[in-house]
Structure formats: C-alpha cells, structure tokens
C-alpha cells in the first residue's frame, strides 16, 4: 500500500462503498462497450479475446457492486445498482462510455484503461479493507491478460500499414483526454488512502505514464498532447454517449419490475 | 503408393471403427464431405453468435449478462476448433468465410430465425444446444480423427449451455405471467425450426448414406430428430408448457409421436431466404470487411519483424 499511515483504522463503510462503486461502475460500462463487438470482430480470435475480457469486467463489476451495495443500510443488490439507477447515479469515469468506434479505438481505450487497472488492482491487493483486497487480488490476474491483449494489437496497428497507425493514433487521440479523471484527487479517495484502503492516485499515474509511454514508443505512436481534461464522471456528469447505452441496457430489467431472471 | 493398398488401409481403419487422421490417405469424397460438413458446422457455430449476441447489452441481470457472453464466447471457440478441423483436410479458413460470405456454403438454417425477447435466448440454449448435443455427440465417434476430438470438446459445452438454457426457461416459466407468456412464445417460435436442424427425413436426405457408410455419420436424421423429441417433451412438460403439436403423443412403445415437419414451411429459410438469412449474412460480410484493415496491419508487422504469430491472434 502506497503512503502508509499509522492511522490505520477501519475505512468509514460508506467511502468503502462509493469507492467500489465508481470502480464498479467503470467495469460494468467498459464490458457493456466490449459486448457490443460481438460477432463483428475482424477474426474470430479477437472475438473470443473480447469477450473473454468483457467477461472478466462483469465478474468485477458483480463483485464491486455486489460490495459496494451490501455496505450500504438498507442493502441493494448488483442488479439494483445496475439497473435502478439513472445516469447522474453513475459514478464510472467518462472514459469508460465512450463510444467504441473503430477497433483502433476499441484498442487504445482498453490499453489505457487496462494499464491503469494493473497497478490500481495491485496496490488495492494491500488495502486494510479485506473485501476490496481480495476483488483486487483476482482483478489483477485478469488486468494483466488484459492489458497483455491491447498492448499486442496497439503494437501492430501502430507499427504496421500507413491506415492502421493513422488509426491508432486516431483513436488514441479521441480517448486520451478522458485518462486525466483516472488519476484525480477526489475526498472519498484521500480518505481511503489515509486509511490504507486504497492506493494514492497521485504514485499510480507515474507507474501507468511510464508503461503507457513504454508502450506507445513501441507502437511508433505519439503521446498525444493533452489539451483538455474533461471531468465529471466520478460526480454523475456524463457524455452524451452514455443515455443510449444505460437505456439498452436498463430496459428489459425496468419493464418487469420485480422479476427474477 | 500402390491406391488398392491404400483403400485398403482406409477400408480396414473405417470398418474397426479406428480413426482416420490427416497424414492418412482418404478417397477424395470423403475428404470433400467432411470439409463440406465441417465449414457447415463451423459456420453455424459462428453464425449463431449474432442472434444470441444480440441480447448481451441487455440481458435482465448481470448473472445473464454473464453466463450469455461466456456462452457466445464458447461458440466462437467451437468455431475456432471446428475451422481448425477443417484446414487439417487441405483448406484455409479464409477460402471457407469466403465461401460462406458468398453463399456458396451454407450454415444451419434455424439460426435465419430472429430473437425478439430474452425468452428466445433462453429457448435457443434449451432446444437448440440441446439438438446440438443429439447431434454431436455421435460425431465424438466419427471415424475421421480431428472431427472427432473437436467434438468431444465441444459437446462438453454444449450440454453446459443446454442445463443453463433451461434453467433460464425455469425461471421464466416460475415468474409473472408475462414471464411464463415469453416463455411459451419463444417455444412455439423455435419448436419446429429445431426439429428442422436436424435435417432433411432419411429418404430424401442425399448425403446419409455414404456418410454413415464412411463412419462420418452413426444415426440417420430420423433417429437423431426422434431422440431429441422423446428426451424434450418431459422437459416442457416439467416447464409446464405446451409443445406446439397438437398431434404430439406417446405411445405404447415409449416413443413421442409426432407430426412430421413440414418442409415447404422451411423452404425458404433453407435456401437462404429465411426471415433473417440476409441480415446474418451481411452482418458477417460487414464485419470481415472492417476487420481487414486490422488483419492487414498485423501481417505488415509479421513482415516487418518476422512475426510467428502471422495472424496476429494474442498470445
Ligand atoms: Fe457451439
Ligand atoms: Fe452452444
């Protein structure tokens, strides 16, 4: 665990809860993005790489929200979470909605993401919150497959015809600006970190920066440069993109209220 | 190579119920019939995809959610297996998209039919894996040996899917009447087009015969459709839903009676005109021309660096 106090009490349940929300919520969005490549990968191995990965991220998810839920009183479930709540509720970072686009794109987005999961996930592996450690002890594994995958395809798209690094670098241009949310400093975050239950954003970013530029150098893609941070997500402010995607996902749920599936 | 020894070799293997492999010489029929069947198989398992996958963004919990993208990912893995199968008889998976994409090869006809509620996912994992399973589990003894070992692992799945489907039916049918409506609905939908996956009645199936001889095939179309009907009518009964045959009956001798399927009904969809037969098509046509760039790239790379991994799947 990064910056280790002696004030090692017990987190305050409902930041626990908040905390696991947001990263729920980031997972249950990125696989809900992931899906909708389903059958329209551009070979049948990436297909199966996928949705293996938007598998992985609903088991998080289930496991995060299923946490985040039970500590709060009265208790929700993960389906409550998932499907009863309306946009401004959400708490994933924008990154997460944003429209998959080309598999340029698809490829950028999960790169960065997944390079930011890695350490995020290790770090949450020592935190003083035994549920969250152990989701992070598992998440981890999956992280680093995950991001194995996208770094293999940023590679070969960056480095190999004139169209797919003008589309790599495209598409990692779209999602750059979005990374900054990752890293900010927010009061329920200090808090856990003060107490040992989460890692410090502000020690992540170094580790992902110095992967990411690893990586994109690799690639022969460039760093884009950051001209706008946009923000909000952590607060329930979204893209324009989310709405569509909360409504496909919600509606069958919220048409038969109170149904078992 | 004296062909007569060769026969003879290929004869002997077939009728001790032994396993041809790839490196063993086979006469070119056979060759042809399981290439032909194999792309057939392949080619439904990746087709099927599309109609299941349309409800992964909305499937009703997150436990669905789940358990259906782990399901579509299993088929794309049958594909990967099946397609595997075939290039060990001397084809390349891309001629066989290529054949698929141009209609020249065909896949499983129930999956021209569309799925317009969750319940369709559900009856899909219930009647059409389970058909897969009566299906494929006799090829876990084809006589050619990849074939064979592809289809053991699969069938593993497949009646993973086939449990998971019909407890999704269960839930349904013990759920609000809307629920238990859903669910007879998408059973009277997917009924007879499951009935009619298992192929063409014995007489008037052209291939049956040289496949069973050939040790390809081990029961007629007959025999498979009649299984599956004796092993599924219980099973809706259990559900407590009406198989759509008002003729259905058991009889003395333990077997359901039923009315045969008719086949004009199913002309269409079998000729590539069913209600979704161009959409499948497209959507795939659509989806390998947009990957093409991608496949381009990874094989500039493999150029560039010597790359092993020319297709450029993920380690
Ligand atoms: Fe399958
Ligand atoms: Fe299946």
Redesign the interface.
Known sequence: MTRQTSRNEAPAGADVATYALGLGDDV?VL??RL??W????????????L??I??DL??Q??NL?SLAGGRENPGRT??DL??WRDETEFRNAQIMELDGG??GRTIARQFLVSAWHVPLWDGLRASTDPDLAAIAGKAVKEARYHV??AR??L???G???P??RR?AQAGLEDVWPYVGELFEPDPVTERLVTAGAAPDPAVIEPVWREAVEAVLAEATLAVPPTVRRPTGGRRGVHTSAFGPLLA??Q???RS?P???? | MDVTTDERDFDRLVSADERVEPRDWMPEGYRRTLIRQIAQHAHSEIIGMQPEGNWIARAPSLRRKAILIAKVQDEAGHGLYLYGAAETLGVERADLLELLHTGRQKYSAAFNYPTPTWADVAAIGWLGDGAAIMNQVPLTRCSYGPYARAMTRVCKEESFHQRQGFEAMAVLCAGTPAQKQMAQDALDRWWWPVLMLFGPSDEASAHSARSMAWGIKRFSNDELRQRFVDATVPQADHLGLRIPDPDLRLEADGHYRFTPVDWNEFADAISGNGPCSRERIAHRVDAHEDGAWVRAAAQAYADKHGDRAARGAAA
């Not at chain 1, 389903?38 to 790489?49: C, G, I, S, W, Y």
């Not at chain 1, 109170?258 to 599936?261: E, I, L, N, R, Y």
């Open positions: 249950l696989a809900q899906s909708e389903t059958a329209r990968a551009p070979q049948l191995e990436d297909d199966v790489a949705l293996n938007a598998l609903v088991g998810a289930r929200l993960e389906d998932a499907f080309d598999f194995g995958y293999h395809w590679v070969r798209l480095d190999g015809t169209e797919s589309r496909q996902m509606h069958l749920h038969h109170g149904a078992s599936w």
